[in-house]
């Protein structure tokens, strides 16, 4: 099956930097790739998306970027704020029949310092 | 208006019961999922159904058992409830005629004693 593996688990960073964190997925057939936030307490919350046919996306501060060929796909954010502290999961979603299977991420722990 | 909700949001409850997890969308969405998040915070599916029709089944024990009575809930019950049941639950739904990523609820804190 699939397996998704991100790094790094934790990162910390100071207000106003940039943070990345990777993904790389093991099977070629997953075409979809969504990140969540999951704020504490909180269940997790689309952020950005991007399908396999697309190389990058942004939304103001966020971009996804992805490379088919090496497996991997990225989350940027830059301008960090410390609401962006959370934990970040990435996932993979390949088609089955009519529908997706998702396979997620172990999770970042984003903290961004004031 | 609350997207995907799910009740209760705390259960504690003893060894051996049998006890149930509502959840409902109102997002017109065509599958509904349940996934489990240990203490670790590792997001694992558990269930997914897409029009009545029970799609995905992870490898989990059989005294989990969703029910769907229609599009819009996706119930999760568990009997015999063992201490490491004991995680946070979380109902999504998507759709995945467009885009598949999840919204998901609000979770329920399952603790086992």
């Known amino acids: 099956g699939e397996n998704v593996e991100q790094h790094p688990s934790t990162l910390s960073v100071q207000e106003g930097d940039s943070a990345v964190i990777k993904c790389t997925y093991s099977?070629?057939?997953?075409?979809?790739f969504p990140w969540y936030k999951q704020e504490l307490g909180k269940g997790p919350q689309l952020i950005i998306d991007?399908?396999?046919?697309?190389g990058e996306k942004k939304d103001q501060r966020i971009a996804v970027t992805l490379n088919k060929t090496a497996k991997h796909f990225s989350l940027h954010i830059t301008e960090t704020q410390p609401e962006d502290s959370a934990v970040y999961f990435c996932a993979a979603h390949k088609a089955s029949g009519g529908s997706y299977i998702p396979t997620f991420g172990r999770g970042t722990s984003l903290i961004v310092h004031p | 208006d609350t997207a995907v909700s799910q009740t209760p949001k705390y259960l504690v409850t003893q060894m051996g019961n049998d006890k149930s997890i509502k959840c409902e969308q109102n997002?017109?969405?065509?599958?509904m999922y349940w996934y489990k998040q240990d203490s670790k915070k590792f997001l694992k599916i558990m269930f997914s159904y897409n029009n009545k029709e029970l799609i995905i089944n992870e490898t989990v024990p059989n005294r989990f058992s969703p029910k769907s009575p229609d599009k819009a809930h996706l119930n999760l019950h568990i009997n015999s409830l063992e201490l490491g049941d004991s995680a946070v639950y979380f109902c999504a739904s998507s759709q995945e005629g467009g885009r598949p990523g999840a919204f998901f609820g609000q979770g329920t804190r399952l603790t086992v004693v």
């Open positions: 997002l017109g969405h065509d599958t």
């Open positions: 099977d070629s057939a997953s075409n979809y």
């Open positions: 991007i399908r396999s046919n697309v």
